[in-house]
């Protein structure tokens, strides 16, 4: 299973960031399966954002005030993470993962996004 993130590197604040995750080896509508973002802000630890499920039911990081939404392409086999209003603070490595009954098995190698004018 390999997971890919593509987007933006950089960012204005107060825009909307989206990422996409594409996924090969297995199918985002695999049973079981959430699809998951995290990020890592520089020096800080890991940040769970939200998934979405197989069944596409989405889940999301209450601390983050609603500001995130996750959308999927089944026919693309690919998910995407909607950040709105970001800041500075939004500045992180986002990786997207797979989480199965054993925890989160499969990421992707990440992407950098800088929030800067």
């Known amino acids: 299973v390999q997971l890919q993130e593509s987007g933006p590197g950089l960012v204005k604040p107060s825009q909307t960031l989206s990422l996409t995750c594409t996924v090969s080896?297995?199918?985002?509508?695999?049973?079981?399966?959430?699809w998951s973002w995290i990020r890592q802000p520089p020096g800080k630890g890991l940040e769970w954002m939200g998934a979405?499920?197989?069944?596409?039911?989405?889940h999301d990081n209450p601390s983050l005030k609603s500001r995130t939404s996750i959308s999927r392409d089944t026919s693309k086999n690919q998910f995407t993470l909607h950040l709105t209003s970001v800041s500075p603070e939004d500045t992180a490595v986002y990786y997207c993962?797979?989480?199965?009954?054993?925890?989160?098995?499969?990421w992707g190698k990440g992407t950098l996004v800088t929030v800067s004018s």
């Open positions: 080896g297995d199918s985002i509508t695999s049973k079981y399966y959430h």
């Open positions: 979405i499920a197989y069944s596409g039911t989405t």
């Open positions: 993962s797979r989480e199965g009954p054993g925890g989160m098995d499969y």
